[in-house]
């Protein structure tokens, strides 16, 4: 499937973007209804949902993953402020940011991808979760690639800083940098913080 954009999204309304397609999904079809339980919301790139579907004709339901990539463009000259592309965790989604509490709320998979898709999810965070506990300040961390910047400038090895609740990285050469998803990062620590 496609991606679908609207212009029915009002950036700074009653609804967040969350809210939105909470209530997008939550709708039915002549054969079934859906129900979103529990969502979220990830970097506004990444929305995740538990669905319960139940079939008007047996009254079963099931309790699945809704994934979606979300392009959030509040000044979009055209007026599409939201967009979105749904995927099943049968499809085996490249996103891995579903929180535990959806992943807990979901019936057992049916198909070997949404197993998988679960297993990657919770190893993601795993990962993620080791690797925050190691950038604490003061440890020395060296960048499996160098890390480029503004005018082309490289740099591969950074010491961890805490500016307020952030984390910074102070380059070899004084420069302070933001670096984002730098838990997702492939690292080695250099010199662990005393």
């Not at 057992?108 to 690797?131: D, L, M, Y």
């Not at 020395?140 to 950074?158: D, I, S």
């Amino acid at each position: 499937m496609g991606w679908i954009t609207t212009s029915d999204f009002v950036p700074g309304g009653i609804l967040t973007v969350r809210a939105y397609l909470d209530r997008n999904f939550s709708r039915g079809t002549p054969d079934a209804s859906f129900e979103v339980i529990d969502s979220a919301m990830h970097n506004m790139t990444e929305y995740y949902a538990a669905i319960r579907v139940t079939a008007h004709a047996t009254g079963k339901s099931d309790v699945t993953a809704l994934i979606a990539k979300v392009s959030y463009t509040p000044r979009d000259p055209s007026g599409q402020t939201l967009g979105w592309k749904t995927m099943s965790e049968g499809m085996l989604p490249y996103l891995f940011n579903c929180p535990e509490r959806i992943l807990e709320l979901l019936e057992p998979p049916a198909c070997p991808n949404a197993i998988e898709w679960r297993q990657k999810c919770r190893e993601h965070r795993e990962t993620k979760s080791a690797a925050r506990s190691a950038l604490k300040p003061g440890t020395v961390v060296l960048f499996e690639k160098p890390l480029e910047f503004p005018h082309g400038v490289k740099r591969q090895q950074f010491t961890v800083e805490k500016l307020g609740r952030a984390l910074r990285f102070r380059a070899e050469d004084g420069v302070l940098c933001a670096i984002p998803k730098a838990a997702t990062m492939t690292f080695e620590i250099v010199k662990a913080a005393v």
